[in-house]
């Protein structure tokens, strides 16, 4: 099983719309949790962190479930500069430093 | 904004030649690391670095690969005999400090192609 695992997608949704990204962990014992951006061909950047009582910032809402080791990312009005690869992030327990594990990411598609 | 900055942007190598990737961190992180992409595929944790030591790494990170902050403000990555499959974006990241939640910033990157 993979440590984290994200639906691909694409996902094509028109400019306003809104959608939901989700992403499963194996390792019960983590304990950071990320949403990244990665436009093609560039770095990552970290969209937010994800955290147990949920947490939102404007257009964003991200949620985590410790019982069912999943991870959600709600973008609400899409605009076409969403579009990019969503990467699920975690940081596992014991590892010295930022050792982040990434998810093969979820592509968004934001059409006019 | 501070930023971490790579050297260089692209490298192109023969099999079995040595390459040294550069990276520049935010001045004032303590934590660095590096990661790679292949192509269409997941980005993969390399190695940790951390007062001058390796504080982890991947089974990715072989005797092929090493580390190294020759001074103040450099920390390199080198491959020793690069491989084919060596080809991918390599991303250098650095943190301010060790707690999991503090955001890595990661450099632009540096795409490694070996014919």
């Known amino acids: 099983r993979k440590e984290v695992e994200q639906d691909p997608g694409p996902f094509n949704v028109p400019e306003g719309a809104t959608v939901a990204f989700n992403c499963t962990y194996s390792?019960?014992?983590?304990?950071?949790f990320f949403w990244y951006r990665q436009d093609c061909r560039k770095e990552p950047k970290l969209l937010m962190s994800?955290?147990?009582s949920g947490n939102e910032d404007g257009r964003f809402t991200a949620q985590l479930n410790r019982a069912s080791q999943y991870i959600s990312l709600l973008i609400r009005d899409s605009k076409l500069s969403d579009s990019a690869t969503y990467l699920c992030?975690?940081?596992?327990?014991?590892?010295?430093?930022?050792?982040?594990?990434f998810g093969g990411g979820t592509r968004l598609m934001v059409k006019p | 904004e501070p930023e971490v900055t790579q050297t260089p942007s692209h490298q192109v190598t023969q099999m079995g030649q040595e390459v040294i990737l550069r990276c520049v961190p935010i001045s004032n992180h303590l934590y660095f690391y590096w990661y790679r992409q292949i192509l269409g595929q997941k980005v993969e944790f390399l190695v940790s670095?951390?007062?001058?030591?390796?504080?982890?790494k991947s089974e990715i990170f072989d005797d092929q690969f090493s580390v190294e902050r020759p001074d103040g403000s450099n920390f390199t990555l080198k491959i020793r005999s690069t491989k084919l499959e060596d080809s991918a974006m390599y991303f250098c990241?650095?943190?301010?400090?060790?707690?999991?939640?503090?955001?890595?910033?990661f450099g632009q990157g540096t795409r490694l192609t070996v014919v």
């Open positions: 994800v955290y147990s």
């Open positions: 670095f951390y007062n001058n030591e390796i504080s982890e």
């Open positions: 990241a650095s943190s301010r400090r060790e707690a999991m939640d503090t955001e890595a910033f």
């Open positions: 390792n019960s014992a983590s304990q950071s």
């Open positions: 992030v975690v940081n596992r327990v014991g590892n010295a430093g930022n050792m982040l594990t």
